[in-house]
């Protein structure tokens, strides 16, 4: 029996109007159920949001974005604040996706700052973290992920931390289908995990979630899942299908 809650989000991506998003939701609520074993998280784009958190009433299912602006207001052109999150009900955000550092330019000082916004508006990050595989294979992995916790968490401290939720995604692995190994992702999770008992302590290093993320599906999900210190997914391509995505949380479940 793992100490900690497993929480298996959906990161739905640049994918789903908002009625396809709603048919999607009403089929994982309607096979998930009320059960409160495990957490479950969409993430739909932001046009889906309202119709999402709609279609999530009454349901023990939590509302996730994908991203966020980290200042309360103003010019800035086609940007979401963590408010507006929150006034739909929103509870997790999605911070520092590889696709965001990538596309976007988003760098670790920029994440941090969405990070602390994120957090005194009450909305859980994922703080996404993870290495390419050019950095890999030159053996970097563990400075890089080091590099990003360092960044993404500066100036968090102890009382906030443990409503961050950590999301370990090789980027090699995301959307590849090429999944990391038990032992590639168990090495680097014990990583984070020793990590953050130096930079806050080992009781809230203990209860910090850190998902895993990269070609998850119901298939490899319950090796994984089966560490020590992977306490859940973060899914893509798996979490845009009912079957795929309620058999992942059933996965859980099971490994729970
Ligand atoms: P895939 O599950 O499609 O590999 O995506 C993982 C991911 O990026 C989740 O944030």
């Known amino acids: 029996m793992k100490s900690r809650k497993f929480l298996i989000a959906g990161n739905w991506k640049m994918n789903k109007t908002a009625s396809d998003g709603v048919d999607l939701i009403k089929d994982i609520v309607a096979a998930v159920g009320p059960q ?41 052109t086609g940007e979401i604040s ?34 602390t916004a994120a957090l005194k508006n009450l909305l859980k990050p994922i703080l996404c973290i993870g290495e390419t595989l050019q950095e890999r294979e030159s053996g970097k992995t563990l400075d890089v992920v080091k590099t990003q916790l360092e960044g993404g968490l500066a100036g968090v401290d102890a009382s906030n931390a443990v409503n961050i939720v950590l999301a370990y995604e ?41 998902l895993y993320g990269g070609s998850m599906k119901p298939s490899n999900a319950p090796e994984l899942l089966a560490q020590e210190d992977i306490d859940g997914g973060l899914i893509g391509g798996a979490s845009l299908e009912a079957k795929s995505f309620v058999d992942l949380v059933k996965a859980a479940m099971s490994a729970g």
Not at 37 to 46: H, I, K, L, Q, Y
């Open 36 to 76: 409160t074993e495990v957490d479950v998280a969409v993430c739909p784009p932001f046009t889906g949001l309202e119709s999402a958190s709609k279609a999530l009433e009454g349901s023990a299912i939590k509302l996730g974005a994908q991203n966020m602006h980290p200042k309360a207001s103003g010019a800035f």
């Open 82 to 115: 963590a408010e507006m999150l929150r006034s739909l009900f929103a509870s997790y955000v999605i911070l520092g996706h590889s696709e965001r550092r990538q596309y976007f330019g988003e760098t670790d000082a920029f994440i941090n700052e969405k990070v």
């Open 170 to 210: 090789p980027v090699w692995a995301i959307g590849t289908g090429k999944v990391a190994t038990t032992e590639q992702a168990q090495e680097v999770h014990a990583f984070i995990r020793g990590w953050l008992a130096t930079r806050f302590d080992k009781a809230v290093a203990g209860k910090m979630r850190i």
